[in-house]
C-alpha cells in the first residue's frame, strides 16, 4: 500500500534520528520547544469532551467516544506563568517504558491556564497524522497562538500513540504506533474505521465550541465564530477536508496530504492550502483535489523534505544533538519559519481578508528555493489516471 509505505518509511527515518539523539543526550537536560514570533504571550489548557451521540468501539461497557482537546491560545504578557508541560506525566512514562528511554524534558513556551487575551480570536481546528499525537506541531500551535489564534488540536482517542485524560486514564493506540517498528496497523479496515471516528471527532470539536464561546468559562467570548480554520497532516489532512462540509469552517490547510479519500477530494469552493514534502511529483489523489478546488488555493512544495518536516520532529532532532532531519534544501530553521510563514499568512488572507503575502504569491526571495503554485496555475498534467480518478 502506497499510503502505508510512506507513513511508515517515513516515521522510521524521523524516529532512528531522534531517538538516537536522545539516547546520546539523556543526562537531564532540557530542550526548548523554537520561540513563537509574533506579540502575544501563549497559554494552554486541555479539555475532555465525551460524545453523547456515539458510543466506544472499543469497549462493550456502553460507554460513550471520548476524546482530548488541547488548546493553545493568545494571552497577555504581564502576570505569572505557569510553565506548561509539552506531554502529560503518564504519556511520557508510556514512551520512555515502550522505547526503553529516559528523554529529556521538552520545554514548551506556553503558560498552564494562562488567561486569554481580551477580544474575540479566530479559531484553527487541528487533526494529527495516523497513530501521531495532539502535540505534534506545538513549535507551529504556540506560533500562530503568538499571532492571535486559538488552535484546538484533537487527540483522536484509541488511533492517537498514547493520550492522558485530566483525571489520569491513559488510553493507548489499538492501531499500533508509529514509535515500534512493525507496530503500525493500516489495512483498508483499519484505516477506514479512523475516517470515521476522525470525522465524528472534529464534528464533535466544532459543535462544541459555539457552547464553549457562551459557557462562562476560559474560552467565553473570546472565540470568533465566523472566523473557523482546520489544519491536518496525513491522515490529518484528509479529516479536515471532510469537515470542510461544515459550513462554518472557513479555510483548510493540508500538511503533506498522502492519505486523501475520494470524499476529501470531491468538488469544494473553500480556500484550501496544500502543503507537500520532499515528493518528485504530485499525487493522483492530490491533482484531483486541486482540479476539484474552485475557490482561492496555493500549493507549496518543500524540494527534498521528509513527510514529518511539517511536524515537530523538524526541531527535535536538531535540537538534541545537531542533527538534521530531512528538510532538503530548505534546511530545518528556514523549514520552521517557512511553515509559520505560509500557515499564519493562509488563515490571515482566508479569515481576515489581509494579504496573501509574498511567499504565498511565489515572490518571495527568501524563499526563492521552495515551489509555490498559484490558483491560475496547474499542479500536475493531467493523464488518463488522474481524469479517471475525478
Same mark, same amino acid.
Given at each position: 500500500?502506497?499510503?502505508?509505505?510512506?507513513?511508515?518509511?517515513?516515521?522510521?527515518? @524521523?524516529?532512528?534520528?531522534?531517538?538516537?539523539?536522545?539516547?546520546?543526550?539523556?543526562?537531564?537536560?532540557?530542550?526548548?520547544? *523554537?520561540?513563537?514570533?509574533? *506579540?502575544?504571550?501563549?497559554?494552554?489548557?486541555?479539555?475532555?469532551?465525551?460524545?453523547?451521540?456515539?458510543?466506544?468501539?472499543?469497549?462493550?461497557?456502553?460507554?460513550?467516544?471520548?476524546?482530548?482537546?488541547?488548546?493553545?491560545?493568545?494571552?497577555?504578557?504581564?502576570?505569572?506563568?505557569?510553565?506548561?508541560?509539552?506531554?502529560?506525566?503518564?504519556?511520557?512514562?508510556?514512551?520512555?517504558?515502550?522505547?526503553?528511554?529516559?528523554?529529556?524534558?521538552?520545554?514548551?513556551?506556553?503558560?498552564?491556564?494562562?488567561?486569554?487575551?481580551?477580544?474575540?480570536?479566530?479559531?484553527? +481546528?487541528?487533526?494529527?497524522?495516523?497513530?501521531?499525537?495532539?502535540?505534534?506541531?506545538?513549535?507551529?500551535? !504556540?506560533?500562530?497562538?503568538?499571532?492571535?489564534?486559538?488552535?484546538?488540536?484533537?487527540?483522536?482517542?484509541? =488511533?492517537?500513540?498514547?493520550?492522558?485524560?485530566?483525571?489520569?486514564?491513559?488510553?493507548?493506540?489499538?492501531?499500533?504506533?508509529?514509535?515500534?517498528?512493525?507496530?503500525?496497523?493500516?489495512? #483498508?479496515?483499519?484505516?477506514?474505521?479512523?475516517?470515521?471516528?476522525? !470525522?465524528?471527532?472534529?464534528? +464533535?470539536?466544532?459543535?462544541? +465550541?459555539?457552547?464553549?464561546? !457562551?459557557?462562562?468559562?476560559?474560552?467565553?467570548? $473570546?472565540?470568533?465564530? !465566523?472566523?473557523? %480554520?482546520?489544519? %491536518?497532516?496525513?491522515?490529518?489532512?484528509?479529516?479536515?477536508?471532510?469537515?470542510?462540509?461544515?459550513? =462554518?469552517?472557513?479555510?483548510?490547510?493540508?500538511?503533506?496530504?498522502?492519505?486523501?479519500?475520494?470524499?476529501?477530494?470531491?468538488?469544494?469552493?473553500?480556500?484550501?492550502?496544500?502543503?507537500?514534502?520532499? $515528493?518528485? =511529483?504530485?499525487?493522483?489523489?492530490?491533482?484531483?483535489?486541486?482540479?476539484?478546488?474552485? %475557490? =482561492?488555493?496555493?500549493?507549496?512544495?518543500?524540494?527534498?523534505?521528509?513527510?514529518?518536516?511539517?511536524?515537530?520532529?523538524?526541531?527535535?532532532?536538531?535540537?538534541?544533538?545537531?542533527?538534521?532531519? #530531512?528538510?532538503? @534544501?530548505? %534546511? *530545518?530553521?528556514?523549514?520552521?519559519?517557512?511553515?509559520?510563514?505560509?500557515?499564519?499568512?493562509?488563515?490571515?488572507?482566508?479569515?481576515? #481578508?489581509?494579504?496573501?503575502?509574498?511567499?504565498?504569491?511565489?515572490?518571495?526571495?527568501?524563499?526563492?528555493?521552495?515551489?509555490?503554485?498559484?490558483?491560475?496555475?496547474?499542479?500536475? $498534467?493531467?493523464? *488518463?489516471?488522474?481524469?479517471?480518478?475525478?
Amino acid at each position: 500500500m502506497a499510503i502505508q509505505t510512506k507513513l511508515s518509511m517515513g516515521w522510521l527515518a @524521523v524516529v532512528v534520528i531522534v531517538l538516537g539523539s536522545i539516547l546520546r543526550a539523556s543526562d537531564g537536560s532540557s530542550i526548548q520547544v *523554537p520561540g513563537p514570533t509574533g *506579540p502575544y504571550a501563549v497559554g494552554t489548557f486541555w479539555v475532555m469532551l465525551s460524545d453523547p451521540g456515539r458510543s466506544n468501539p472499543f469497549l462493550d461497557d456502553g460507554s460513550r467516544r471520548e476524546v482530548l482537546v488541547r488548546f493553545w491560545y493568545p494571552a497577555p504578557r504581564l502576570g505569572s506563568c505557569t510553565p506548561a508541560p509539552y506531554m502529560l506525566p503518564k504519556v511520557s512514562r508510556y514512551f520512555s517504558e515502550k522505547l526503553g528511554i529516559s528523554a529529556p524534558e521538552l520545554r514548551t513556551n506556553s503558560c498552564y491556564q494562562a488567561p486569554v487575551l481580551t477580544g474575540r480570536h479566530p479559531v484553527v +481546528l487541528a487533526s494529527h497524522g495516523y497513530t501521531g499525537m495532539l502535540t505534534d506541531y506545538t513549535f507551529l500551535f !504556540e506560533d500562530l497562538a503568538s499571532h492571535g489564534y486559538v488552535v484546538a488540536s484533537i487527540a483522536h482517542t484509541y =488511533e492517537s500513540t498514547a493520550v492522558e485524560f485530566p483525571d489520569g486514564k491513559l488510553i493507548t493506540s489499538a492501531f499500533g504506533t508509529h514509535l515500534l517498528e512493525g507496530s503500525l496497523r493500516m489495512d #483498508e479496515k483499519r484505516l477506514k474505521l479512523a475516517r470515521s471516528l476522525r !470525522e465524528g471527532d472534529i464534528n +464533535l470539536v466544532s459543535a462544541q +465550541l459555539r457552547r464553549w464561546s !457562551e459557557s462562562g468559562g476560559a474560552l467565553s467570548g $473570546r472565540l470568533d465564530l !465566523e472566523k473557523i %480554520g482546520a489544519l %491536518g497532516h496525513s491522515l490529518g489532512a484528509d479529516t479536515v477536508m471532510v469537515g470542510l462540509k461544515d459550513p =462554518e469552517v472557513k479555510a483548510a490547510v493540508l500538511l503533506d496530504p498522502v492519505a486523501l479519500s475520494a470524499a476529501s477530494t470531491a468538488s469544494s469552493s473553500k480556500p484550501v492550502l496544500l502543503v507537500s514534502d520532499g $515528493r518528485p =511529483e504530485w499525487s493522483v489523489p492530490e491533482c484531483v483535489l486541486w482540479n476539484n478546488l474552485h %475557490g =482561492e488555493k496555493r500549493a507549496i512544495l518543500f524540494p527534498g523534505a521528509d513527510h514529518f518536516a511539517s511536524s515537530d520532529a523538524v526541531w527535535l532532532a536538531t535540537s538534541i544533538a545537531g542533527i538534521h532531519s #530531512e528538510t532538503g @534544501v530548505v %534546511g *530545518p530553521e528556514r523549514m520552521i519559519a517557512a511553515t509559520r510563514t505560509a500557515v499564519a499568512a493562509f488563515f490571515d488572507w482566508q479569515l481576515s #481578508e489581509s494579504p496573501p503575502g509574498r511567499l504565498l504569491n511565489g515572490l518571495s526571495t527568501e524563499y526563492s528555493d521552495v515551489v509555490v503554485t498559484t490558483k491560475e496555475q496547474a499542479l500536475c $498534467r493531467l493523464t *488518463p489516471v488522474h481524469r479517471a480518478a475525478q
